[in-house]
């Protein structure tokens, strides 16, 4: 297969439900030979969302025909307001409409929303079949497709309903990316450098001498979604069910949960990966403020997060003026990662050395806002 001679492939290993990442340019031409391969007879419905379909679907579909395997679309509008219940009803009745059993597979074709959506109605349609992620955007090449974490929004907050639903197989056809828009690719470059910060030094020097030519494309690009994948499923692979050191993929997410919601979700104001890199120089400097570490590791970060294009300070956010510590302090308290009331954070010793602290004194999280917000 031409596609697997330049692609890289790391096995996320969790024993019977263990399954291989492929990464590559071209990778997606290959699901139909794969699909015939390692489920022979089977049916595939595609999910995916109009923008995406309009530029990726008739490559899976004509993959799938040349190698015989009989494909359906389902197709849902594009954006976060896809991670719904009346959305999931939709999907799992479109799967059942097209007459998919229990042994057909679903492609899960699209970025963070599809994958999310399509893995959970996967992991509850005939009690279970089983899917692929298909993952179009840089954020869910390196992060939402690898790991098993899926489901909706409920109107209580974000990710409140789903399952963990490992895929069968992830192929990250980096060569995808180029249709990204510039905002969207640095986004997902958050969650990049988000590795490195948490316990990937070396690659985090490698992304500050690298970083324009992951943006570029090619091998560059391709060793970055590969790097981030197998720190990812070294993470999984440790604490699949986050009950302990998964959380560190969680690096700047608290902050960066209560700055989406403090603009309401509006993308057009923040997006998910713009608030995790604001997120991410804020709990650095709140590592700071703890004493976990010197000034510079915040420094170190923040400069190379500018030097992509991402915001790093609460007042790059439009409408920043509207917030207050109290609101923030709200949305971090119904943030689900708050347990038992206790705030947990993931704050860290160096680049490279996070660490999970549990039991954060909201005190000294309110005196970190009230600074961040003078700034
Ligand atoms: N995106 C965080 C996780 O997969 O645990």
Avoid at 243 to 262: I, M, P, Q
Wanted: aromatic share 6%; with cysteine; glycine share 10%.
């Amino acid at each position: 297969m031409d596609a697997d001679m330049m692609a890289n492939t790391i096995t996320v290993e969790l024993a019977e439900r263990s399954y291989d990442i492929v990464i590559g340019d071209g990778v997606l031409t290959s699901i139909g030979e794969r699909i015939a391969l390692n489920f022979p007879g089977s049916r595939a419905v595609i999910v995916t969302d109009e923008t995406v379909d309009a530029l990726h679907g008739e490559t899976v579909r004509g993959s799938c025909a040349f190698a015989g395997v009989e494909t359906e679309t389902v197709s849902v509008a594009a954006g976060e307001s896809s991670k719904s219940y009346a959305t999931l009803e939709t999907v799992v009745e479109g799967i059942l409409d097209a007459g998919m059993e229990r042994g057909d597979v679903l492609l899960a074709l699209g970025g963070g929303v599809v994958g999310d959506l399509a893995g959970f109605a996967a992991g509850i349609v005939r009690r279970g079949m089983p899917f692929i992620q298909l993952p179009t955007s840089l954020l869910a090449q390196v992060d939402s497709s690898v790991g098993g974490k899926t489901g909706i929004n409920s109107p209580h907050g974000k990710n409140l309903v789903g399952l963990f639903n490992q895929p069968r197989l992830v192929l990250a056809d980096t060569a995808v990316l180029d249709t990204l828009s510039e905002r969207e690719m640095r986004a997902g470059y958050a969650e990049v450098a988000k590795y490195g910060l948490i316990d990937q030094p070396e690659f985090f020097s490698w992304l500050e001498d690298n970083h324009a030519a992951v943006f570029a494309g090619g091998e560059a690009r391709a060793h970055a979604v590969a790097t981030s994948c197998k720190a990812k499923a070294e993470v999984v692979k440790a604490d699949e069910h986050e009950h302990g050191s998964r959380a560190l993929l969680n690096l700047g997410h608290t902050f960066g949960h209560a700055f989406e919601a403090a603009v309401g979700y509006d993308a057009t104001r923040l997006v998910h990966g713009e608030g995790v890199s604001i997120g991410m120089v804020m709990a650095l400097e709140f590592s700071n403020r703890l004493n976990h570490c010197g000034p510079e590791v915040a420094e170190r970060a923040e400069a190379h997060l500018r030097a992509v294009g991402l915001p790093t300070r609460i007042s790059q956010i439009p409408g920043h003026e509207a917030f207050t510590t109290e609101r923030l302090m709200d949305a971090i308290a119904q943030d689900k990662k708050v347990s038992r009331g206790a705030l947990t954070f993931i704050l860290a010793r160096g680049i490279g050395e996070s660490f999970v602290a549990n039991d954060v004194p909201a005190d000294a999280v309110r005196s970190h806002l009230d600074a961040a917000l003078t700034l």
